[in-house]
């Protein structure tokens, strides 16, 4: 069973950081392209940032320089580090793993809100 499961999401301050984990289970995690997206009130999902199996690294041109994406393929595992967060990063962010043969597996979401 396929399962991403992220955490790290919260309240934080204009300013301050954060840092998203999603644990992959049930996938060959090396071989997979991962990703986060996010999803602000009103608006529709969109790339945040994409790590692929051969670590080609792409970010959405709002967080490029904030935000990091890595990964971990001993504990299957990518990450996602927010430095000098805005208001209007405040989204519910979602880990996706997309796999040979157009596979692709979601995760649930975790909620980060940036707010004084």
């Known amino acids: 069973q396929v399962q991403l499961v992220e955490s790290g999401g919260g309240l934080v301050q204009p300013g301050g950081s954060l840092r998203l984990s999603c644990a992959a289970s049930g996938i060959m995690f090396r071989i997979f392209n991962m990703g986060w997206y996010r999803r602000a009130p009103g608006k529709q999902r969109e790339l945040v940032a994409q790590i692929t199996s051969i670590y080609r690294i792409d970010y959405e041109d709002s967080v490029k320089g904030r935000f990091t994406i890595s990964r971990d393929n001993v504990k299957n595992t990518v990450y996602l580090q927010m430095n000098d967060l805005k208001p209007e990063d405040t989204a519910v962010y979602y880990c996706?793993?997309?796999?040979?043969?157009?596979?692709?597996?979601w995760g649930q979401g975790t909620q980060v809100t940036v707010s004084s």
């Open positions: 996706k793993a997309d796999g040979p043969g157009s596979y692709e597996h």
